[in-house]
């Protein structure tokens, strides 16, 4: 049993009294990595594209081709796009509190009372944590993934204790 638990957002220090909010560490430093790294790719292409001085692409008679303002800001701006893609990979977000659970995935928002979660899983060699709910349903959460080691050790084992809390509450007050 899990006296104290670990706050994986920060490792040295406690988690505030029944309340936990994880997010994936290296799947953000991944995709804010990458996508800086586009935006400096698609900045160097546009600004080595030879200009052309107007609003088109240009070939002039020898087989050069020149690009236009227009055309530059284009390719800059997919650059942009790519990125802002990348960073969308990097919102996922798990609240845990004594009622339930926030769940924010790449795609898709969820808000789960403890009393339908039937339980907190994690099976081998899974990329993130689950949520078995009691319909036969489950719920992936990838806020806490496999691949942040002891941070996610400490988030299932805080999400386990919050829950096993939670039953433990609602079978007191079903008793009363």
Known sequence: MLADPVDP??????APAGRLTVRPRRMRMVCWSAAAAVVVIFAAITLT???SGSDRIVTTPNGQTSVGLADRIGIFGVGVAVAVGLLWLARARLEATPDGLRIRNIVGHY???????RAVSFRDGAPWATLELA?????????????????????????RALHRASTDRSHRAERC
């Open 111 to 117: 808000q789960v009372p403890w009393g339908l979660v």
């Open 9 to 14: 957002v920060d490792p040295t220090g406690p």
């Open 135 to 159: 319909a036969d349903e489950q719920i992936a959460l990838m806020a806490v993934q496999a691949v942040d080691g002891d941070r996610t050790v400490a988030a299932v084992r805080a999400l």
């Open 49 to 51: 594209l030879p200009s």
